[in-house]
């Protein structure tokens, strides 16, 4: 009939009555026949598919609601995979003559049970042939003693999965079979359920309780749509095996255990098996389906509530921290491909009113009206003082912001596919098949999922691990590759990784587990990319005893310890990571940690962005640390580091925050818009037993074998393994930073050690330029550009050991200078301050030399009765009209003032300005006689000129010089009680 003659309708309706073979023929009578039956994909053959007792759904067990993409499809791999077991025909290569266990068509059906032609299956494979089918008929069927099989057969249970029951140990001594629609259960003298040592062994939609199936090398095996309660799986040597779409429940050890390295001597399944996992790979994209626990909890509520925003103002125009292509970093948002920046920053409202202040004011932003046509004789031009063109580059606001492009366009979070095309270890990982591989599985209510140990080799695809006291654990030299897994409340660590283990760890979704998700240790070194990480009870991720790894493009979240947290002389490398959320410190670096940690996002975390302490050692370069409710960085007790090329934007506590126990080098950073300090050094220590919630002595899990671990066992480490940064150093060092637009000091300073500050911008901060209120030994700082901060340029408190030598202080609002400690000012210029350029106070003890110095509205010098020291060939040029030069002390007995030479500019009385030399005490008040002499005009614009404006960098190149080491940080100092602006880090405050 032709098919025109009905509507499709009806010609479906009449074919969805049809049994397959019925179909299979009207499918070959034409093409619009063939089209009319694929048509009835979602009817006919969704009913045939389930309608089989010995066929699953498709997506059993972790997904029995998502439908497959075609059910015609799914029936015919059911129909296929009975088939396979049969395919063991030797290669016509090795034996063109002779072809063994070749399927026969005419294989006989025989009955076992009650009612059948046999009343044992002991008896049934006596009498069988090669390739028979034995059918169990429903009962129960229990054996005292080992079952031998011998030949290759195919057992079949009949009825409902549970009607038929194997109480007995079966032993395999055949080239293969298969088992389906059967439940084994343990006999009394053996736990062991099914054994193979030579053969391939095929279970389909059978059950397993309360034992064991062991597979030794060559043997292999395929277990698909089976069940496993209290039951696991041994893998000894095993080249390959398959496990598809089982269930593994309550164990009480490890439900599949891979034991050695693959054998090379390969069963003749093994090139059967490598084709189906190669067309049944997992999709590279997986669908949202797959990974539900990224958004919704078990009751379809989000796991980090609502998402919060933040923008930072720079300069004159707004800029986002990250660009759109971070979409798909912040999980449990709607659109999958919205703005990073909308789901990720937290509003910071109380920073409004300074995080529009334009990086390129000055004073006479503050200035009155009619003050301007004196200004444009006695200020002198300095817009041009910088360390070099590069920093001063810096201060600009247009390129701040293209910095800050350029940053979020290389921060991008690469996806999987990236990662792979990038990296070609991480591609053949990823496509490798030796070993057991495991897909689609469910492992739940139990002790362990997967342990790979002694060189085994496993992957694992598209699982889901819930309620176990660990999903995998994977030790000894063997390798482990896990692609787009489901790893959640996990009463330890989700993954664990030991002894020199390795493999590829990528784009799985790993929460809420109640230790770390991924715990490396103790030389493990994997690769760890694109996963999700996040809601756990402890750290996101733990690198310690000498664990490596290489840690990538991850997205770490909402955990309530570190995001990262590296410890036990750790060494990872962790780049290109989103860290945020967390309710701790986004990266921990602890007890002798090091690790490279560079190019990641760390922001809107609780604690430090990264936090060093207690001989924590890492290189932190090239980061973007904002919006944190704490400080940016925290270097603590005795805590080292290269903190280099990072920006630090936005912070809510200090921009780096460190004591003076540590030995950091802070290099090239741009610290901006942070609510306290730019950097800010302090002097308290923590004390041994006072550790923060979450960084302390760990439980039943605690890190004593890393303890015994560094200090027994020995991981050799090369030269180039080992940077220079890590060589030893003794002064702490701040250098080439950009520090600027922060709401208190940009350099706050109560240090009892040595403290180096060299070569930064400091500039437009809400208080002074540096503040030095504490300093026991010689804090020196040199070559710094210290410029148009709200409060006066540096301040020097008393007692305090300060070198001051080749800065530029500039356009501040306050005095340039003031100094009550005691030290050396030189070669600095102090230009155009609102206040004195330099005030020294009570028992300030300074030596003053070759400095230039001018004050717009006071005195070039102020000095107090009580100062004493050395003020010797200073340049100090006169500011307004009618304002002194310098005041000395009325008792100048203890302060020697030579050979400076004071410079005046009147505009009717001299013109041409004169230039004064003055020899011994001064003070017009007294009436002391000056000795002038006629000099040619005075240029304001050429003050500056020769020597050029200060700071000036000889024979130093513009990047950061290498450091004869890199100084880290590694404890968490002393809580400190009061408010934080006063008194420490706001990080003390919130313990």
Not at 691 to 720: I, K, L, V
Request: net charge negative; hydrophobic share 35%; proline share 4%.
């Amino acid at each position: 009939m032709e098919v025109d003659v009905l509507p499709v309708e009806l010609w479906q309706l009449i074919l969805s009555y049809l049994q397959l073979p019925d179909l299979g023929r009207c499918s070959t009578v034409c093409r619009a026949w063939h089209e009319i039956v694929l048509s009835l994909d979602k009817t006919r053959w969704r009913q045939l598919c389930l309608g089989c007792l010995k066929h699953r759904h498709p997506n059993w067990p972790n997904h029995p609601d998502v439908e497959p993409w075609s059910w015609r499809e799914t029936f015919k791999q059911h129909y296929l995979a009975s088939k396979t077991w049969t395919k063991n025909t030797q290669d016509l290569e090795s034996s063109n003559c002779l072809s063994l266990f070749r399927r026969r068509k005419g294989r006989r059906q025989l009955s076992v049970g009650m009612g059948g032609e046999f009343g044992s299956l002991r008896a049934a494979l006596a009498a069988a042939s090669p390739y028979d089918r034995l059918v169990l008929l429903p009962g129960m069927y229990e054996e005292q003693s080992d079952v031998l099989l011998k030949v290759p057969v195919e057992v079949v249970g009949q009825g409902m999965l549970g009607d038929v029951a194997l109480l007995m140990s079966i032993d395999q001594h055949c080239p293969t079979a298969r088992f389906c629609n059967i439940i084994f259960v343990p006999s009394r003298f053996t736990s062991v359920l099914y054994k193979t040592t030579t053969g391939y062994v095929q279970f389909d939609n059978c059950a397993f309780e309360s034992g064991q199936l062991q597979i030794h090398a060559p043997g292999t095996c395929q277990v698909k749509f089976c069940s496993f309660n209290q039951s696991s799986i041994h893998l000894r040597s095993v080249a390959l095996c398959i496990l598809e779409n089982c269930e593994f429940t309550s164990s009480a050890n490890a439900n599949v255990t891979v034991e050695g390295c693959p054998s090379l001597s390969h069963n003749w399944a093994c090139k059967h098996l490598a084709a189906l996992a190669k067309s049944c790979a997992v999709p590279t994209e997986p669908s949202a389906a797959c990974c539900p626990g990224a958004e919704q909890n078990d009751w379809g509520e989000s796991l980090l509530g609502p998402v919060r925003t933040c923008e930072i103002i720079v300069g004159e125009g707004q800029s986002s921290f990250l660009s759109d292509a971070g979409a798909q970093v912040l999980p449990g948002s709607v659109q999958e491909d919205a703005e990073f920046e909308e789901n990720l920053w937290a509003a910071k409202e109380e920073e409004e009113e300074y995080l529009a202040l334009d990086s390129n004011s000055s004073d006479s932003d503050l200035c009155s009206d009619d003050e301007e046509d004196t200004q444009a004789v006695f200020r002198v031009p300095c817009q041009t003082h910088s360390l070099s063109q590069t920093l001063a580059d810096l201060v600009d606001s247009r390129l701040q912001s293209n910095r800050l492009h350029a940053l979020q366009r290389d921060l991008k979070l690469k996806s999987l596919q990236q990662e792979l095309q990038q990296d070609k270890e991480a591609q053949s990982l990823a496509n490798s098949l030796q070993g057991c591989i495991i897909r689609q599985c469910l492992f739940r209510d139990g002790k362990g999922g997967v342990f790979i140990y002694s060189r085994g080799q496993a992957k694992l695809e598209g699982n889901v691990f819930r309620n176990l006291t660990y999903a995998v654990r994977c030790i000894q030299n063997s390798k482990v590759v896990m692609l787009r897994n489901e790893i959640h409340h996990c009463k330890a660590s989700g993954i664990f990784l030991r002894l020199l283990a390795g493999g590829l760890i990528a784009d799985n979704n790993i929460h809420s587990n109640c230790e770390a998700g991924v715990d490396i240790r103790k030389g493990a070194n994997p690769l760890v990319l694109c996963n999700k990480i996040h809601s756990g009870l402890r750290s996101g991720i733990v690198v310690a005893g000498n664990g490596k790894g290489i840690i990538r493009s991850n997205q770490i979240y909402g955990n309530k310890e570190a995001g990262i947290y590296i410890l036990y002389n750790g060494n990872p490398a962790v780049s290109g990571n989103h860290i945020f959320q967390g309710l701790a410190a986004g990266i921990a670096v602890n007890e002798n940690g090091r690790g490279q940690i560079t190019g990641n996002v760390i922001c809107e975390n609780q604690w430090g962005g990264a936090d060093i302490r207690h001989g924590g050692d890492p290189i932190l370069r090239n980061n973007l640390i904002s919006c944190g409710y704490s400080d940016g960085v925290v270097v603590g007790e005795h805590g080292r580091g290269f903190i280099e090329g990072n920006a630090i934007y936005g912070n809510r506590g200090c921009g780096v925050w460190m004591t003076s126990s540590s030995l950091p080098h802070v290099i090239s950073n741009q610290i901006s818009h942070n609510s306290i300090y730019g950097v800010a050094v302090f002097c308290r220590k923590d004390d041994n037993g006072d550790q923060p919630h979450g960084q302390g002595q760990r439980g039943s899990e605690n890190f004593q074998e890393e303890r015994e671990g560094a200090g027994g066992e020995s991981y050799s480490m090369d030269e180039e393994e080992y940077p220079a940064a890590w060589h030893s150093v003794s002064v702490a060092l701040v250098e080439l930073n950009n520090i600027s637009h922060n709401g208190a000091a940009g350099l706050h300073i109560k240090s009892c050690e040595a403290l180096n500050i060299f070569a930064n911008v400091i500039h437009a901060n809400h208080d002074s330029g540096v503040a030095v209120l504490q300093s026991s030994q010689l804090t020196c700082i040199a070559n710094n550009s210290i410029s148009c901060n709200s409060r006066g340029g540096v301040l020097v408190e008393a007692e305090c050991q300060v070198e001051l030598r080749g800065n530029g202080v500039y356009e501040n609002g306050s005095h340039g200078i003031i100094s009550k400690g005691e030290g050396v000012i030189a070669e600095n210029d102090i230009i155009s301050n609102h206040r004195c350029g330099l005030q020294l106070l009570q028992a300030a003890d300074m030596k003053v030399v070759k400095n230039r110095i001018q004050s717009f509205r006071d005195y070039g010098i102020v000095l107090f009765d009580e100062a004493k020291g050395l003020v010797q060939e200073n340049i100090i040029f006169q500011g307004r009209s009618k304002k002194f030069i310098l005041r000395p002390p009325s008792n100048a007995e203890d302060c020697i003032i030579q050979n400076n030479m004071l410079l005046t500019l009147k505009k009717r009385v001299n013109p041409e300005g004169a230039f004064l030399r003055l020899d011994g005490p001064f003070c017009p008040a007294q009436g002391h006689a000056w000795a002038v002499s006629p000099l040619p005009r005075f240029d304001m614009e050429c003050m500056l000129t020769n020597p050029p404006a200060r700071p000036h960098i000889r024979g130093r190149p513009l990047e950061p010089h290498t450091v004869a080491g890199a100084q880290r940080v590694s404890s968490i100092t002393t809580r400190v009680d009061g408010g934080c602006h006063n008194h420490g880090s706001i990080f003390c405050t919130v313990l």
